[in-house]
């Protein structure tokens, strides 16, 4: 079993930036890609970032390329959303997630793919 807890969602003004956090416990010893999605009010969940076991390999959604930013640190069991020029449309529920039956090189965007999901982080942009 493996549990993912997010931080750092809060209410931030359109234009500001934010690092969500996503950090591993339990079964870790196994490498494993995650992946970020959100959900905002009255929508679906949909994906925003992923990133690969290895690292080398990341997928973002079309609404947040060059603005957000997914990383690991793998020797902290923890990953990272880093958000820039956020716009009231980010506003949402984040949760990360972790793949483990995946490829080494893959950095799935599809839930189903996902085998472990975090409670979820707030984050709205508002003026």
């Known amino acids: 079993q493996v549990y993912l807890r997010e931080s750092g969602g809060r209410l931030v003004q359109p234009g500001d930036s934010l690092r969500l956090s996503c950090t591993a416990s339990?079964?870790?010893?196994?490498?494993?890609?995650m992946g970020w999605f959100r959900q905002a009010p009255g929508k679906g969940r949909e994906f925003v970032a992923s990133i690969s076991w290895t690292e080398k390999t990341t997928e973002y959604a079309d609404s947040v390329k060059g603005r957000f930013t997914i990383y690991k640190e793998n020797d902290k069991n923890t990953g990272y959303l880093q958000m820039t020029s956020l716009k009231p449309e980010d506003t949402g529920f984040y949760f990360c997630?972790?793949?483990?039956?995946?490829?080494?090189?893959?950095?799935?965007?599809?839930?189903?793919?996902?085998?472990?999901w975090g409670q979820g982080t707030q984050v709205t942009v508002s003026s």
């Open positions: 339990g079964r870790t010893d196994s490498g494993y890609a």
């Open positions: 997630a972790a793949a483990y039956h995946v490829s080494s090189a893959w950095a799935p965007s599809n839930g189903g793919t996902f085998d472990y």
